[in-house]
């Protein structure tokens, strides 16, 4: 199977931007009289989204709406300090036509394209979705069907290529090929897959694209 769409997760697979989330964790729990997180800690709570992140860098039952609006304004301040592609990242974009690139990620839309744009990156794709682009996030596959309909590819045609099990999940139930990124910052929950990028370089060799 060669496929002739690309979905693509963001956090993890295409920037690494732990180290900012970790910085508006942190600046949320100071708030709060909280002692800091470490990075590893930070690492562990992302891929499901800016609410549950915020739930499991928080003391159990700790959680309000309130402070999920607070870290998305700490978030936004620190949004570009020191997220960065992953090397070789821009070059997998460029082999690909920008019609048949999405990006479907749990990360609130808004925060996404400011993300995107600010590192250059938002030109390369044809539809970026969020996770309140739809009713439900991934691991449900409603947002990747809709990102196949407004690519106009078939499921069949199309794999989902993520660093994160919900990605995985997602691509599977929506009946697209999937590929784990193995340099994220999630793990593949012992699901099969169809491909394996051990690292970004991986990516092209899989998938090398007619401008490769």
Same mark, same amino acid.
């Given at each position: 199977?060669? $496929?002739?769409?690309f979905?693509?997760?963001l &956090?993890?697979?295409?920037v690494?931007?732990?180290?900012d989330?970790?910085?508006?964790?942190?600046?949320?729990?100071?708030?709060?009289?909280?002692?800091?997180?470490?990075?590893?800690?930070?690492?562990?709570?992302?891929?499901?989204?800016?609410?549950?992140?915020?739930?499991?860098?928080?003391p159990?039952?700790?959680?309000?709406?309130?402070?999920l609006?607070?870290?998305?304004?700490?978030?936004?301040?620190?949004?570009? &300090?020191?997220?960065? $592609?992953?090397?070789?990242?821009?070059?997998?974009?460029?082999?690909?036509?920008?019609?048949?690139?999405a990006?479907?990620?749990?990360?609130?839309?808004?925060?996404?394209?400011?993300?995107?744009?600010?590192?250059?990156?938002?030109?390369?794709? !044809?539809?970026?979705?969020?996770?309140?682009?739809?009713?439900?996030?991934? $691991?449900?596959?409603?947002?990747?069907?809709?990102?196949?309909?407004?690519?106009?590819?078939?499921?069949?045609?199309?794999?989902?290529?993520? &660093?994160?099990?919900?990605?995985?999940? !997602?691509?599977?139930?929506?009946?697209?090929?999937i590929?784990?990124?193995?340099?994220?910052?999630?793990?593949d929950?012992?699901?099969?897959?169809?491909?394996?990028a051990?690292?970004?370089?991986?990516?092209?060799?899989?998938? $090398?694209?007619?401008?490769?």
């Amino acid at each position: 199977m060669t $496929p002739k769409a690309f979905l693509l997760d963001l &956090d993890g697979t295409l920037v690494d931007s732990v180290a900012d989330l970790r910085t508006a964790v942190n600046a949320l729990r100071c708030e709060l009289s909280l002692p800091a997180l470490d990075l590893a800690q930070v690492r562990d709570y992302v891929g499901d989204g800016a609410r549950l992140l915020v739930t499991r860098a928080l003391p159990p039952g700790a959680f309000t709406e309130a402070h999920l609006d607070r870290f998305l304004v700490l978030y936004r301040r620190h949004l570009l &300090d020191q997220t960065r $592609p992953y090397p070789g990242i821009v070059e997998f974009l460029r082999a690909h036509p920008r019609e048949k690139l999405a990006v479907v990620t749990n990360k609130p839309y808004r925060l996404s394209l400011e993300l995107l744009q600010g590192l250059g990156l938002a030109e390369h794709f !044809a539809v970026i979705l969020g996770g309140d682009s739809c009713a439900t996030k991934k $691991p449900d596959p409603a947002p990747l069907r809709e990102a196949l309909r407004q690519i106009g590819a078939a499921p069949e045609q199309a794999v989902m290529i993520g &660093d994160h099990h919900t990605d995985l999940h !997602a691509g599977r139930a929506a009946g697209t090929a999937i590929c784990f990124c193995a340099w994220g910052l999630g793990h593949d929950d012992g699901l099969a897959t169809d491909f394996r990028a051990e690292q970004v370089a991986d990516l092209l060799r899989l998938f $090398p694209g007619a401008r490769a």
